[in-house]
């Protein structure tokens, strides 16, 4: 006996099998066996310089470590990222398989979603594991005693790297070319770089305070070092009355509003010309 509506299977979750498919290709073995290695091997190969840094608060001694580890982990998961978004996506649009995930009953900002949490977000969890167990190695007492500095601090790292790999996710989908997006998110790592040192200068020489509210906003984890009082965060801070130029904490939480709030535009940006303009080719 036939039953009505029997036929061709129905997938139930097809976001997840969507999502499920992009683990299996971007962290294939020994992809995460390797990440896992080296985000706690480098927490426990710097423990020992962490603690040589002679510092003049607690707070700035939990910053310092939150940074120091960040720089390193930052590094890895920038690389990682520019695999799975810059060449990843870019080269999935030009071989046609985004075309094969369009025919999934999953709407575009579904997809769009799981693109992200793949590509973006799932490194940004792995550095921010590697943070908290470099942090718990070195200063577990100060993590407890300064939660509000460890959240602060590990908001602003990670912000920086959410930064840079959303404007490689827009890039990727609007070049559609693998190489060619490979390229321009190495190139998007020095410009910023680049950019942050002519900051630093511009600001040094003219005594512009703007200048560092712009420097602060792209990275705010700087902020929060100079603010606390890090060795060399204030060095070259001048305005152009000649005193030093030291944000105040509400100053600092804005920097990192304003941060993320730069992220979430980008990301916007991203669905909006994923929904209303991007044409798989």
Not at 110 to 122: A, D, H, P, T, Y
Not at 138 to 162: D, R, W
Not at 164 to 190: C, E, H
């Amino acid at each position: 006996m036939m039953v009505l509506g029997e036929g061709k299977p129905r997938r139930r979750w097809p976001t997840l099998e969507i999502l499920a498919m992009e683990f299996s290709t971007a962290y294939r073995f020994p992809i995460p066996e390797v990440l896992i290695f080296l985000y706690v091997f480098f927490p426990l190969f710097f423990s020992h310089v962490a603690r040589a840094i002679p510092v003049s608060t607690e707070e700035a001694s939990l910053l310092l470590v939150i940074s120091l580890s960040q720089g390193v982990m930052g590094l890895i998961t920038l690389i990682l990222i520019l695999r799975n978004v810059a060449y990843g996506l870019a080269n999935e649009i030009k071989k046609g398989l985004m075309q094969t995930y369009l025919t999934y009953p999953v709407g575009r900002g579904r997809l769009l979603l799981v693109k992200l949490i793949s590509g973006i977000l799932v490194p940004i969890g792995f550095v921010a594991t590697s943070v908290l167990v470099f942090t718990a190695i070195n200063f577990p007492e100060l993590a407890l005693k300064y939660p509000h500095v460890l959240v602060v601090g590990l908001a602003s790292s990670l912000g920086e790297i959410l930064l840079l790999g959303s404007i490689m996710f827009l890039s990727a989908i609007i070049i559609k070319r693998g190489g060619t997006s490979l390229a321009v998110g190495i190139a998007l790592m020095f410009i910023l770089q680049i950019a942050d040192l002519a900051l630093s200068i511009t600001a040094s020489i003219t005594g512009w305070e703007g200048l560092w509210h712009i420097r602060y906003l792209l990275g705010p984890s700087l902020a929060f070092l100079t603010y606390y009082q890090a060795p060399g965060a204030q060095a070259g801070v001048v305005v152009s009355d000649g005193e030093t130029f030291v944000p105040e904490f509400w100053e600092c939480m804005g920097y990192l509003v304003g941060h993320y709030a730069l992220i979430i535009a980008i990301c916007l940006a991203s669905l909006i010309y994923f929904m209303r303009r991007f044409e798989p080719t």
